[in-house]
Nanobody, 124 residues
Framework: QVQLVESGGGLVQAGGSLRLSCAAS????????MGWFRQAPGKEREFVAV????????LYSDSVKGRFTISRDNAKNTVYLQMNSLKPEDTAVYYC?????????????????WGQGTQVTVSS
C-alpha cells in the first residue's frame, strides 16, 4: 500500500506561482517513478510531469514546459511541483501518482497509486 497526500493548492492570479507537495508513505518511495496529473471540469485527466526514482530524469507536457518544475526529496519521501507563470487554463485538480516503474513516463496506466487531489484555481 502507498498513501499519497497532496497539499499546496489554492487560488492565485494569472502570472502567479504555487508549489504543490505530495507526501508519500508505504512502498519504498525512492524506487518509485512519481508523476503529476491534472483534471479540469469536463475534461479527461492529463499528464503534467514525471520524475524518475533518482530525480535524474524528468518529462513535462508541452503545455507546462518552461513554467513548471518537478523535483523530489527522497529523504523526505516528498515530490514537488513548482508552478510559475500560471494561466487560467492551468485551473484543475492536481493529482500525484506513484509508479512501480522507477522510470515511469506519461501514461496514467503506469501508475498504481494516486492521491486525493488538490485544487488549483487561476483567476484572470
Amino acid at each position: 500500500q502507498v498513501q499519497l497526500v497532496e497539499s499546496g493548492g489554492g487560488l492565485v492570479q494569472a502570472g502567479g506561482s504555487l508549489r504543490l507537495s505530495c507526501a508519500a508513505s508505504g512502498r519504498t518511495f525512492s524506487t518509485s517513478g512519481m508523476g503529476w496529473f491534472r483534471q479540469a471540469p469536463g475534461k479527461e485527466r492529463e499528464f503534467v510531469a514525471v520524475i524518475s526514482w533518482s530525480g535524474g530524469s524528468t518529462l513535462y507536457s508541452d503545455s507546462v514546459k518552461g513554467r513548471f518544475t518537478i523535483s523530489r526529496d527522497n529523504a523526505k519521501n516528498t515530490v514537488y511541483l513548482q508552478m510559475n507563470s500560471l494561466k487560467p487554463e492551468d485551473t484543475a485538480v492536481y493529482y500525484c501518482a506513484a509508479s512501480p516503474n522507477p522510470r515511469s513516463r506519461s501514461s496514467h496506466y503506469e501508475y498504481d497509486y494516486w492521491g486525493q487531489g488538490t485544487q488549483v484555481t487561476v483567476s484572470s
